[in-house]
């Protein structure tokens, strides 16, 4: 399952091909079961604010009803239960309970989560108890993708650029203005505290030597965003041995690839 926290407007669940394999065995397998059996599929969950959610179905249904090749998928899935909306204030709701009595969702599988564009805008005592509360109810080694800013770019001081600082005005502006920031270090220790593993803790500059140098696409130097910083993090303890299948196994790795 992919837990997308925060999920705003994300489209992950309805642009990526995340059952094309399954689709494709079905095929291969002569099985005549249709798309509304799901109750073995992966389900994308997304969580966020009611009056975000309401907005997000809103054009997506609008979207749904253009006639093209987009439209049909759109129309498509939200027809099942492969991509399922829960409503979730993460300041006062309790998550945890939240998910373990949504229907859709799966206590103790191996799971993916997303939490991305989340963390500056709370406290950081909110985003210790999400990560702890969702480490309880996942099985040991799922995968956390999520993102913070970094703690040197976080205000308006004498080191942080202009563009950074009129970021941080425009989220203020709006009602929605970034309280939390740590360096690359403080958030490792932060993680490990709340019962997860470091895999990867990078920012733009990263990708663009490690991706589109050897491609010839760098950006300039002005046109890299570093404030935030994109972590990659695993549920402790982590198995020292697959519990899966191999096929399942590969499956996973599949998914979590397409969510990153």
Same mark, same amino acid.
């Given at each position: 399952?992919?837990?997308?926290?925060?999920?705003?407007?994300?489209?992950?669940?309805?642009?990526?091909?995340?059952?094309?394999?399954?689709?494709? #065995?079905?095929?291969?397998?002569?099985?005549?079961?249709?798309?509304? #059996? &799901?109750?073995?599929?992966?389900?994308?969950?997304?969580?966020?604010?009611?009056?975000?959610?309401?907005?997000?179905?809103?054009?997506?249904?609008?979207?749904? #009803?253009?006639?093209?090749?987009?439209?049909?998928?759109?129309?498509?899935?939200?027809? *099942?239960?492969?991509?399922?909306?829960?409503?979730?204030?993460?300041? *006062?709701?309790?998550?945890? %309970?939240?998910?373990?009595?949504?229907?859709?969702?799966?206590?103790?599988?191996?799971?993916?989560?997303?939490?991305?564009?989340?963390?500056?805008?709370?406290?950081?005592?909110?985003?210790?108890?999400?990560?702890?509360?969702?480490?309880?109810?996942?099985? $040991?080694? +799922?995968?956390?993708?999520?993102?913070?800013?970094?703690?040197?770019?976080?205000? =308006?001081?004498?080191?942080? $650029?202009? +563009?950074?600082?009129?970021?941080?005005? @425009?989220?203020?502006?709006?009602?929605? $203005?970034?309280?939390?920031?740590?360096?690359?270090?403080?958030?490792?220790?932060?993680?490990?505290?709340?019962?997860?593993?470091?895999?990867?803790?990078?920012?733009? +500059? =990263?990708?663009?030597?490690?991706? @589109?140098?050897?491609? &010839?696409? %760098?950006?300039?130097?002005?046109?890299?965003?570093?404030?935030?910083?994109?972590?990659?993090?695993?549920?402790?303890?982590?198995?020292?041995?697959? +519990?899966?299948?191999?096929?399942?196994?590969?499956?996973?790795?599949?998914?979590?690839?397409?969510?990153?």
């Amino acid at each position: 399952q992919l837990v997308i926290l925060g999920a705003g407007y994300d489209t992950r669940g309805f642009r990526l091909d995340l059952w094309r394999e399954k689709n494709k #065995n079905n095929t291969n397998n002569g099985n005549d079961s249709n798309e509304n #059996n &799901n109750d073995s599929e992966l389900k994308v969950i997304e969580v966020d604010q009611r009056q975000v959610q309401q907005r997000k179905l809103s054009n997506l249904l609008w979207l749904s #009803n253009r006639g093209d090749e987009d439209g049909q998928r759109i129309a498509d899935r939200m027809g *099942t239960t492969r991509v399922q909306f829960l409503p979730v204030d993460f300041t *006062t709701d309790d998550l945890k %309970q939240k998910l373990v009595l949504h229907e859709g969702f799966q206590t103790m599988a191996r799971s993916v989560i997303t939490m991305e564009g989340v963390t500056q805008y709370i406290p950081k005592e909110s985003t210790a108890d999400t990560l702890k509360k969702l480490k309880d109810i996942v099985a $040991p080694g +799922s995968t956390l993708l999520l993102t913070y800013v970094d703690q040197n770019y976080l205000g =308006d001081g004498e080191t942080v $650029p202009k +563009s950074y600082q009129r970021i941080q005005q @425009l989220a203020a502006k709006v009602g929605e $203005p970034w309280v939390s920031g740590w360096t690359k270090e403080d958030f490792r220790v932060f993680l490990r505290e709340n019962g997860y593993e470091v895999v990867s803790d990078t920012a733009m +500059s =990263d990708y663009n030597l490690t991706y @589109l140098k050897d491609v &010839n696409r %760098q950006l300039p130097e002005e046109e890299l965003m570093n404030l935030e910083r994109f972590v990659v993090a695993r549920t402790l303890p982590i198995p020292k041995a697959p +519990s899966l299948s191999k096929e399942s196994d590969r499956k996973f790795k599949g998914i979590e690839k397409s969510a990153e």
